[in-house]
């Protein structure tokens, strides 16, 4: 990624940074990226040569939880030193300028970094109709087309940008669907999450600024350094589970305990994401530590895909109307079986007839 | 399809028609079976014999003197696996938490380090058996595509549960989704195949024991 | 909302601290440094505490202010130190547990000695020259 101007390095040591403030900065920037500390020399060293990279954030079918995840994030942090080291040209929600002016600098920052620019997204397409969500009088469908021709990659933050999410849960009324669905001649990384982690998304913003490339990615094009690993299997209460101690209500004894939330429908057994290790507001928790099971909210179609509070190894809807149903069914199929074999029987009875010795004499 | 996706799939319409498949198969067969009947026995009991039925159900349940010698896999086999897959089956928590969503009833589970000794018996006595029966002549010659069927929709289950509670080989959403997708497999095939006998095996039982005691052929 | 579970043994300290030992013998042995990531690891709100408690104070405390203070210190396991980089803001950024002779960010870094004795030069040489 060729962009001008200084280095990163460099940028931090004109701000008097020293090397051990630099060495500082990659040990923290190794733990944001979830990289593990034996990293540290290479983060250094690519950080000697990364310079500072255009971004352009689109925000589509959304509620802005993606945006306010990130700013939340935006204390004077690491994460601010990352996004210090970013140049955000457009973001509608977040930059001063609208209207004219704004789309101005997008067109701007596209022709000027034109092929090397990273493109952020939150938020679905709708191509139900495209007045359902425009920007500036743009559609999104447009916008997006327009924008993702010049970026080197395509970031998709959120469930909604990554999969669909809320606007395309049934029956998808806008005719919602994720970035990867347009899309198909870029790298696009899905970040999802209602919201992402904060520190996830401003780790793959950090590894991108690092080294100028999307990191590796999972069959859902997630970043398998976030999304590697279930959260059940990085969870705390994980020996709980293994040793069969669950939380049979949100208030009971277990509950108390801290056991395991499968039986209250925890979906951490089938959704791959960083809570359980990175947790939230500064590490402070992460839903299960606080007493609820994971709802899923990272995985594909999060939102049709049964109930919250039904453990994994549940039926999502009842059955017992349809099986009843079907039992009523056989037997009265059952029923008619038994008629027509005993009519069956019946006539082989009327239609036996008798046979002597005299008649088989006869027949001779 | 994500693997979420079909897992969704499975707890969801898949169980609703595996289990309507499943009851309607079980009822006609019951309903059919016990309306065909049997011609009215004009003879009379060679020996007063109350309760041979019963007697029976029990004294088939347990091994004829002389099989342990003369077919010591299909013997030790047959246990192994029955009572494998029943400990599984029924004393696994999840199971019971599936049954107690369903109907209400729950009885206490069995530790899992337990149940998964009973699984992998059971896997190991279904794989035995099946070598048996490709190696015997005469029990290759006896089988049919039915039999080997069967062995297959039993031996999936086990399969694909074991790797799901494990977290082997493949992702537990997978190896979830395609435990209760093979079980569903096994539902809708049960009462139309041999595995009818789940069902019917302690009537038949009986009827034998019946009969037979009529006959003069003590149980 | 912070944790809701009160004083349950989760265990996941004790691995933490097998760890730990082992990368002591791998350190006595060939000098080789470990470095582990708090963050990247699984633990309730219990088992930071215990690891911390099992782990002890020891006879070395050290501040490094340089992007926010960073503080180093050596546990009561010679050789095994914990280290807390902070923000300005004093925000927990990271934290490691680093075991080594010393710890890599405590030694004066070899750009930053190479700038001082330029600038020590400098300072002599205008001192010299006023």
Known sequence: MAFDGPTIAETLRRQGISRRGFLKFCATTASLMALPPSMVPAIAAALEQARRPSVIWLSFQECTGCTESLTRSHTPSIEGLILEQISLDYHHTLQAASGEAAEAAREAAMRENHGKYLLVVDGSIPLGNPGYSTIAGVSNLDMLKETAAGAAAVIAVGSCAAYGGLPAALPNPTGAVPVSAIIKDKPVMNVPGCPPIPVVITGVLAHFLTFAALPELDDHGRPKVFYGESIHDRCYRRPFYDQGKFAETFDDEGARKGWCLFKLGCKGPVTYNACATTKWNQGVSFPIQSGHGCIGCSEPGFWDMGPLYKPLSMPIAPVQMMVGAAAAGGAIAGAAMALRNRAAKQSAQAAHQKVTVADLEKAK | MSNLELLTWARGPGLSIALAVCAFGILLRLFEIFSLGRKADLSKAREHSPGSGWRTIVSRSLPPPGLMKRAPVTYIGGYVFHLGFAITLFFFVPHIELVRGLTGLSWPGLPTQVVDIAAVAAILALIAVLASRLSNPVKRLLSGVQDYLAWLLTFLPLLTGYLAFHHLLIDYTLALALHILSVELLLVALPFTKLFHTVSVFISRWYNGDIFGRKGVAS | ?130
Do not use: C, Y
């Open chain 3, 1 to 130: 909302m912070p944790s809701t579970d009160s004083g349950a043994d989760h265990g996941n300290a004790l691995p933490i601290l097998n760890e730990i030992r082992h990368a002591l013998a791998r350190l006595l042995e060939s000098g080789e440094t470990s470095v582990i990531d708090l963050g990247a690891l699984p633990m309730g709100p219990q088992d930071e505490a215990e690891l911390l408690a099992a782990l002890g104070e020891g006879e070395v405390e050290a501040t490094i202010s340089a992007g926010g203070p960073s503080s180093v210190r050596e546990t009561a396991f010679h050789g095994v130190w914990l280290l807390t980089h902070r923000n300005e803001a004093g925000e927990t950024l990271a934290r490691f547990i680093e075991i080594a002779f010393v710890p890599e960010l405590l030694m004066s870094q070899a750009e930053d000695v190479a700038d001082s004795a330029a600038a020590l030069a400098k300072k002599l040489g205008q001192a010299q020259n006023s």
